[in-house]
């Protein structure tokens, strides 16, 4: 049977191992679709090095380039790619570190939010790059990602770009960088929304009496559960708010409310303010 792993010949370099890259490398070891002998990590501190090591058995490094060197492609067929996985404000040192240390093959993912694809090119002189935007619930296997890719980046690179991230959940492949600045907003800053409605409702449970342990297990399997109805049964939200708003009832009445207060708006608002929040930010 053919091998229908992308990543079965890939070798994986993690710059800066920490919460994210160790979500990435915690799937694709889980999943198996890379072994920890296909994975490099670089991490400044000893005891992040040794607990990644002892952790998954991947080799780390003190140095970032040690890490990619590692990390390159053994033979003509195999494959490598390099991710950028520190915070934004270490972004310029690490490309300054990197810079003629990649060879062409090799390509570089980035999760850095806000960093530009033109802006890593242009540090790093290299031109198969991948910018990619997740979200927090990535960290237990449940984000979605959305990704987008230079020019320079093949199809056999995407499909190798697809299978990683399918290791932090769901994958969106997004016609350009505007489109990131738009899941930035949307899906990035998302949970941020989802908690607090979720903490409103708690409270608002408390208020009417409620402990907050049973408030917050009523409150959370409400969300979980209409998440997975809503997915499950293709309906519209409208369709299946309807469904359960009977004339004069509770529902019609807690809809007024929540009309009243402009709630869609409010979100809706929100939504665009971090989109141009994000924009501004990769202006800078
Ligand atoms: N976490 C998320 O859910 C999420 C979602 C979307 C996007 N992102 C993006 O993912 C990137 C990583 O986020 P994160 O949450 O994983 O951050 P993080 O946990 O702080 O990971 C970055 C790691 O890089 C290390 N580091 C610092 N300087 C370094 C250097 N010069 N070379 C190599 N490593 C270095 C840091 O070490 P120290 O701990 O010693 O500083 C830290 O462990 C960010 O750019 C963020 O925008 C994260």
Redesign the pocket.
């Known amino acids: 049977m053919a091998d229908t792993n992308p990543l079965s010949n890939c070798r994986l370099a993690f710059?800066?191992?920490?919460?994210?890259?160790e979500a990435i490398i915690a799937g694709l070891l889980r999943k198996k679709l890379v072994g920890p002998e296909q994975i490099a990590g670089?991490?400044?501190?000893q005891a992040?090095r040794e607990e990644m090591h002892v952790k998954y058995g991947v080799e780390m490094f003190e140095n970032?380039r040690d890490a990619v060197t590692a990390a390159s492609p053994e033979s003509l067929e195999a494959s490598s790619i390099v991710v950028l996985?520190?915070?934004?404000q270490?972004l310029h040192?690490?490309l300054q570190q990197l810079k003629g240390s990649l060879v062409k093959e090799q390509l570089v993912v980035s999760?850095?939010?806000g960093a530009k694809i033109e802006t890593i090119a242009e540090e790093l002189v290299h031109v198969s790059i991948v910018r990619t935007?997740?979200?927090?619930p990535?960290?237990i296997g449940e984000g979605v990602t959305a990704w987008t890719a230079s020019a320079g980046v093949s199809e056999e690179q995407e499909s190798q770009v697809c299978a990683m991230l399918e290791a932090l959940g769901k994958t969106v492949r997004v016609e350009n960088e505007r489109q990131i600045d738009m899941a930035t907003a949307l899906s990035?800053t998302g949970p941020t929304y989802i908690f607090l409605v979720m903490e409103a409702l708690i409270d608002a449970g408390v208020h009417m009496g409620f402990s907050r342990h049973v408030a917050q297990e009523l409150v959370h399997q409400t969300m979980l559960g209409s998440v997975l109805f809503a997915r499950e049964s293709h309906k519209h939200p409208a369709e299946l708010r309807n469904m359960v708003t009977s004339p004069g009832g509770t529902s019609a009445e807690a809809i007024y409310q929540m009309e009243k207060g402009s709630l869609r708006t409010v979100l809706s608002k929100a939504v665009w303010s971090a989109y141009q929040r994000a924009e501004a930010l990769g202006r800078k």
């Open positions: 710059i800066g191992c920490g919460v994210m890259a670089s991490h400044p501190r992040r970032n996985a520190v915070k934004p270490r040192g690490v999760v850095v939010a935007m997740p979200n927090t990535a960290q990035a």
